[in-house]
């Protein structure tokens, strides 16, 4: 089972739509999620973690926690061409486990929005 | 507020050859990791160094070096290479091993 999994895609949303990026990962133990957006030929940026179960807002964005079904998604509002990239979900492990600071990709969803 | 710098943008080698990557951390952090993103894959853990000590290895062999420098910068050191270590190498900072990452520009790693 890998640790971190995301459907690849492409995930195409129409501008305007919501898009709804999933992840899932193995160890129970794993304390924060972070969504980055990537780019073509860029580095990761960082666009929202979360440590609690829930929802939590930044503008256009919703991240989602559900630590019993260990699983993360990421919503994005009112999507703009400009959204287009792969979005990577890590985490990040558990502090039990011994300095376990590491973050874990998943391979990325790319995501096209259409205008 | 410097983010997170990298040095070299692109570098081209040959198999066998050794290389040096170097990396500034965003202004106030004092741990830096380090990852390997090969095409189309997500990045892949190589050693985080915090205290000028390696705190932490992911599944790279001994080839993959590093060391940290009293003012935070780092270094990735190579040796031996593979064609299978084309990459971009990318270069994470943060306030403390377990504070949030960011990444720098990565260096584009091309091996013939």
């Known amino acids: 089972q890998k640790e971190v999994e995301q459907n690849s895609g492409p995930l195409s949303v129409p501008e305007g739509a919501i898009a709804s990026l999933n992840c899932t990962y193995s160890?129970?133990?794993?304390?924060?999620f972070f969504w980055y957006r990537q780019y073509s030929g860029k580095s990761p940026e960082l666009i929202m973690f979360?440590?609690?179960?829930g929802d939590k807002e930044d503008g256009r964005f919703t991240a989602q926690l559900n630590k019993a079904s260990q699983y993360v998604s990421l919503l994005i509002r009112d999507s703009q061409p400009s959204d287009s990239a792969t979005y990577l979900c890590a985490v990040n492990g558990a502090e039990l486990r011994g300095s376990n600071y590491k973050l874990t990709f998943g391979k990325g969803t790319l995501l096209t929005v259409n205008p | 507020d410097a983010g997170v710098t990298q040095s070299p943008t692109h570098l081209i080698k040959t198999r066998g050859q050794q290389v040096t990557l170097r990396c500034s951390p965003k202004s106030g952090h004092d741990t830096v990791s380090w990852y390997q993103q090969a095409l189309g894959q997500g990045p892949q853990f190589i050693f985080q160094?915090?205290?000028?000590?390696?705190?932490q290895r992911g599944n790279f062999p001994d080839r993959f070096s590093g060391h940290q420098f009293p003012n935070y910068s780092s270094e990735l050191n190579v040796n031996a290479l593979l064609l299978g270590d084309s990459a971009l190498y990318l270069c994470?900072?943060?306030?403390?091993?377990?504070?949030?990452?960011?990444f720098g520009p990565g260096t584009r790693l091309t091996v013939l």
């Open positions: 160890d129970r133990g794993s304390q924060s």
């Open positions: 979360i440590y609690s179960n």
């Open positions: 994470a900072s943060s306030f403390g091993p377990s504070d949030t990452q960011y």
């Open positions: 160094y915090y205290e000028e000590e390696e705190r």
